[in-house]
C-alpha cells in the first residue's frame, strides 16, 4: 500500500447539503427550516435543557446539600500501592501519573495510610496522612512534602 493508493471507504465523504438554492433542489425557500417558529428564525440557539417555556426540569427538582466553591481538591493514594515502585526510588507526582496511580498533576495528591508497604521509598507529595507516614518510615523510607501544584 502506498500514499498514492489511500482513499476512504465508500459512503464517508458525503458533500454538505447546499440550502437556499432554489425550489428545485429541496432545499430551497425555507431552506429545510420548516415555517415561522422561533427555530425558523436567524440567530436562534436554545439551550439544552430547555423546553419552550416550561419551568426546566432541573429548577423544578429540589435543591440539597451544599457545594464549597473553595474546597480543594485531592487525588488520594494508598500506601499499599506505593509497591509497585523500585526498592530506594524517589516518588514523585510525575511518576505517580506514568504508573497510572493518579489522573492529574495540576491536583494535589494526598497518600493515606491502608495496606502494608514492603519497600524503602523517598516520597515526595503534597500532603500525607499520620498513618501514612508511620508505614513509610517503618519501612525504612522518608517522606518530604513539596509545595502545591
Given at each position: 500500500?502506498?500514499?498514492?493508493?489511500?482513499?476512504?471507504?465508500?459512503?464517508?465523504?458525503?458533500?454538505?447539503?447546499?440550502?437556499?438554492?432554489g425550489h428545485a433542489s429541496g432545499h430551497g425557500k425555507t431552506s429545510c427550516r420548516g415555517h415561522k417558529g422561533q427555530k425558523a428564525r436567524s440567530g436562534s440557539s436554545l439551550h439544552p435543557g430547555f423546553e419552550g417555556g416550561q419551568m426546566p426540569l432541573f429548577r423544578r427538582l429540589p435543591k440539597r446539600g451544599f457545594n464549597n466553591p473553595f474546597a480543594k481538591q485531592c487525588q488520594i493514594l494508598n500506601v499499599e500501592n506505593l509497591n509497585c515502585f523500585k526498592k530506594d526510588s524517589t516518588v514523585t507526582p510525575?511518576?505517580?501519573?506514568?504508573?497510572?496511580?493518579?489522573?492529574?498533576?495540576?491536583?494535589?495528591?494526598?497518600?493515606?495510610?491502608?495496606?502494608?508497604?514492603?519497600?524503602a521509598l523517598k516520597v515526595q507529595v503534597h500532603a500525607v496522612s499520620k498513618q501514612a507516614r508511620e508505614k513509610i518510615e517503618q519501612a525504612g523510607g522518608q517522606v518530604e512534602l513539596c509545595c502545591k501544584p
Amino acid at each position: 500500500m502506498r500514499l498514492n493508493n489511500l482513499s476512504s471507504p465508500k459512503g464517508t465523504n458525503r458533500r454538505p447539503k447546499r440550502v437556499g438554492r432554489g425550489h428545485a433542489s429541496g432545499h430551497g425557500k425555507t431552506s429545510c427550516r420548516g415555517h415561522k417558529g422561533q427555530k425558523a428564525r436567524s440567530g436562534s440557539s436554545l439551550h439544552p435543557g430547555f423546553e419552550g417555556g416550561q419551568m426546566p426540569l432541573f429548577r423544578r427538582l429540589p435543591k440539597r446539600g451544599f457545594n464549597n466553591p473553595f474546597a480543594k481538591q485531592c487525588q488520594i493514594l494508598n500506601v499499599e500501592n506505593l509497591n509497585c515502585f523500585k526498592k530506594d526510588s524517589t516518588v514523585t507526582p510525575q511518576m505517580l501519573q506514568e504508573q497510572g496511580l493518579i489522573k492529574k498533576l495540576k491536583v494535589s495528591v494526598k497518600i493515606l495510610g491502608q495496606g502494608k508497604l514492603t519497600k524503602a521509598l523517598k516520597v515526595q507529595v503534597h500532603a500525607v496522612s499520620k498513618q501514612a507516614r508511620e508505614k513509610i518510615e517503618q519501612a525504612g523510607g522518608q517522606v518530604e512534602l513539596c509545595c502545591k501544584p
